[in-house]
């Protein structure tokens, strides 16, 4: 599971190289990369969360990863985690937090932003 959750860690640092810069390959091109790789491996779901979790936490990689990828994936794990932090503190991060929380929605936000999700191309 290490070699996978390396992967999946790596994919995240492409994405925050990325975010807002104009390089060959687009930042929703990286977002779709660790979805479709989180998609490919079930069996990891739990450590997905986890790393899900820390870029919560951390910031090693965009919010944008944890919103784009719940938004398909719908995981009640970081979901009920979200809310979580959401209600015990006043976290500078809540505006990251709540983005997130919309991905469960039916329909979402921020889903204008990224072609994936019908935004405009």
């Given at each position: 599971m290490k070699p996978l959750m390396d992967q999946f860690?790596?994919?995240?640092?492409?994405?925050q190289s990325a975010f807002?810069?104009?390089g060959e390959r687009s930042y929703e091109a990286t977002l779709i990369d660790i979805l479709n790789f989180v998609k490919r491996h079930p069996?990891?779901?739990?450590?997905?969360v986890e790393r899900f979790k820390l870029i919560l936490n951390v910031g090693n990689a965009p919010f944008e990863a944890v919103a784009f990828c719940?938004?398909?994936l719908q995981w009640f794990e970081l979901r009920d985690y979200?809310?979580?932090?959401?209600?015990?503190?006043?976290?500078?991060?809540?505006?990251?937090l709540t983005s997130v929380l919309s991905a469960y929605d039916e329909v979402w936000p921020d889903a204008d932003l990224y072609r994936y999700y019908g935004g405009p191309a």
């Open positions: 860690d790596r994919l995240c640092q492409q994405a807002g810069e104009e069996q990891c779901r739990a450590g997905f719940m938004r398909e979200v809310s979580a932090v959401l209600q015990s503190s006043v976290d500078p991060r809540s505006q990251a």
